[in-house]
């Protein structure tokens, strides 16, 4: 199921983490550098200036290395499971479905043929009712459609589930790549079309360029209804539940009916409208744009979402496009890793079954609870010391505090793949019934209470979040490795490294959308108006700050896009700290490899950041990511903490300091 939840969202190749005895990898260090300078330099300098990239990827760094090793861990469970020695049902599926992808001969051999009729459906459409109900149907397929369907949990009732309808169905990562003007978006556009021409000629289809252009129109159209990224951060806006009828009255003249019924949700009595001035923009423009343009971006839709598991041809086809022009990796991914991939995407707990087995010792988790234990502590204190909070909101806060979930490594209960059918010789078909089986496992849950035992990630997904409609902090087994959290490492690395982990996901909690959502997990308003003005002038401070940084020539960072994980990253980065001297118990922290504990911190906290992106895929970050930048996660937090500026002594004319009053303190 999707979740509207806010994760660590690790965006990011290489060699399995080497640490010491301290946990820090001095071997990267940059000598030239000093901490007060640059933290992020210091700690990865060397490793910035004689890393290369691997050909296959777009980036590469300290997560890269620890999803490297996830995927290649899942790599040896899926190659055992496909020997057929393993009793378990499941591992018999998760063998079949990566054997169907790994027979790359069988795909060319088929070519068009798995699609065929897909693209039959969309050439007989008649009517724009026809078009609403086939978009409908196709909720649980692979492509890209004009409106998104899922069953989410009610913002306001976080008790209860609630169908979701929201903008979608832009190929390219942002809308800002249909309507900006910047150079590097043009060329995008140029690519774009290229790519869509090329679709169209290889799949057989008459006039490739012109439907291709009818394509990119018709993409542009929607770009220009869509909201803006910043502008679908505001839980309160894209909150509008209404009923079947209260949607036909908003977008006129169009089966509603018909295409709930097509979705499987024929009989919903509410929905939430995420946007509705694009839903009643995008019946005008069904209406009004002839239906062979929408039939050309079916086509072409349905070409890109299937390609991966087609004829050779039209995998390179949507490389050169993806892979290349928008994520300047030189070369395509080995096959085997795109094999894993489907497996994470189909049956990712049932892998995770097996991944939990083998690769999560007992006691990582014990010591992580310890380690959570002393972040919430941290926090506790924290919100009582805050000098810009009253004390009824305070109370509140503490309230909301008490009552996070915490869940570590793996679920309690697994999901049941037993209606998952796979067959070894039908990729696309295995596709298309992993995604159906996907998407009526989220329609099973209307009617029903919310079940709170269930993970919005696998185990193997080197990555965290918070889901805020269920006030829940979710740590999975991957994560939980160097350099983030080495069990025979140094306490101050690890508070460091997977500390800030914690504290950013706690933080969630309380970011400009997190704290909109009340203990139990709804959205309601439970600030002081004087508080919640004082909040919004913080966190103003930190949108300018942000705004500032460069990451590409014109190219900054969007402080209003990157709001919610600035303020997670430095509060998450100043209550593990705090957690840190908790862990010591009053007692001085050892001096190991010349640094004392303070500097181990820091340290680990910048290593945790190492990466590299090419410039194409930084371009697409910088407008859709609400992330912002590795580097300057590093160097944004550590100025704002006290801690920081203390342990290396940072004075005036450093690069990294920032006058005490300066300093941006939330939480």
């Known amino acids: 199921m999707k979740m509207k939840a806010m994760a660590l969202a690790l965006l990011y190749a290489g060699q399995v983490w080497a640490h010491g005895v301290s946990g820090i990898d001095a071997a990267n260090f940059d000598g030239k550098v000093r901490p007060q300078d640059d933290i992020y330099l210091a700690v990865n300098g060397k490793w910035q200036a004689t890393h290369e990239i691997p050909a296959s990827e777009s980036w590469s760094g300290a997560f890269k290395d620890l999803r490297d090793l996830s995927e290649a861990r899942s790599r040896e469970l899926i190659e055992l499971a496909s020997t057929g020695k393993e009793e378990n049902g499941n591992a018999r599926k998760i063998g079949a479905l990566y054997a169907s992808f790994m027979d790359e001969a069988e795909a060319d051999k088929k070519g068009l043929q798995p699609i065929e009729r897909d693209l039959q459906a969309i050439t007989i459409l008649s009517s724009r009712n026809e078009l609403l109900k086939l978009i409908g149907g196709w909720q649980s397929g692979n492509v890209k459609l004009p409106l998104a369907l899922y069953v989410g949990i009610d913002a306001r009732n976080a008790t209860a589930y609630l169908p979701d309808l929201y903008q979608s169905g832009l190929l390219m990562p942002d809308r800002e790549y249909y309507l900006g003007k910047d150079a590097r978006f043009s060329k995008a556009r140029a690519e774009y079309q290229t790519y869509l021409t090329r679709l169209f000629r290889l799949a057989g289809y008459a006039q490739p360029e012109k439907r291709a252009k009818r394509v990119v129109a018709l993409e542009t159209k929607l770009a220009q209804l869509q909201r803006t990224r910043v502008e679908n951060r505001d839980p309160q806006k894209t909150y509008n539940k209404m009923t079947p009828a209260q949607l036909a009255k908003l977008a006129p003249k169009l089966d509603w009916h018909g295409f709930l019924s097509a979705a499987g949700m024929g009989g919903v009595q509410e929905l939430n409208v995420s946007q509705p001035e694009y839903v009643a923009g995008l019946a005008k423009l069904l209406g009004k744009e002839p239906l062979l343009a929408w039939q050309d971006y079916l086509v072409a839709h349905a070409l890109d979402g299937y390609a991966p598991y087609l004829n050779k041809a039209l995998v390179e086809a949507r490389f050169d496009f993806h892979g290349k022009a928008l994520s300047g990796a030189k070369e395509q991914r080995p096959r085997w890793k795109r094999g894993v991939q489907l497996v994470e995407s189909s049956a990712g707990e049932a892998l995770g079954q097996l991944y939990v087995a083998k690769y999560f010792p007992p006691e990582n988790k014990r010591k992580m609870e310890e380690l959570v234990g002393n972040l919430m502590k941290a926090y506790r204190q924290s919100i009582d010391g805050l000098s810009w909070m009253g004390p009824e909101t305070k109370k509140a806060a503490q309230v909301k505090l008490s009552k996070y979930m915490l869940k570590i490594g793996y679920p309690d209960h697994w999901r049941d793949y037993s209606g998952l059918e796979v067959k070894p010789d039908d990729l696309v078909g ?101 508080d919640k003005a004082r909040f919004r002038q913080l966190t103003s401070k930190l949108v300018a700050q942000y705004d500032a940084y460069e990451p590409l020539p014109g190219k900054h960072i969007n402080g209003k896009l990157t709001l919610g994980e600035n303020i997670a990253d430095n509060s998450g980065l100043q209550i593990a700290y705090k957690a840190y001297l908790l862990s010591l118990g009053g007692k001085p922290a050892p001096v190991i490899d010349g640094m004392n504990g303070d500097q181990r911190f820091f340290y680990g906290f910048a290593q945790v950041w190492r990466s590299k992106t090419r410039d194409e895929a930084l371009l697409a970050r910088l407008v859709s990511d609400p992330h912002s930048p590795d580097e300057f996660r590093a160097i944004g937090a550590a100025s704002n903490s006290d801690a920081f500026q203390k342990a290396f002594d940072v004075k005036p004319g450093d690069r990294m300091f920032k006058p005490e009053d300066s300093r941006i303190r939330i939480w």
């Open 430 to 530: 295995n596709v298309k019934r992993a995604n159906l089986f996907d998407y009526q496992w989220q329609l099973s849950h209307l009617g029903k209470p919310v079940d709170r035992t269930e993970w919005g990630m696998t185990p193997q997904t080197v990555n965290a979040y918070y889901n805020p409609s269920q006030n829940e902090i979710v740590f999975p087994a991957a994560i939980l490795q160097p350099p983030f959290f080495n069990i025979a490492a140094d306490d101050a690395v690890n508070y460091g490294g997977i500390g800030a982990v914690i504290g950013h996901e706690i933080s969630h909690g309380f970011d400009d959308q997190g704290s909109q959502f009340d203990a139990d997990g709804n959205l309601r308003d439970w600030w002081t108006s004087d």
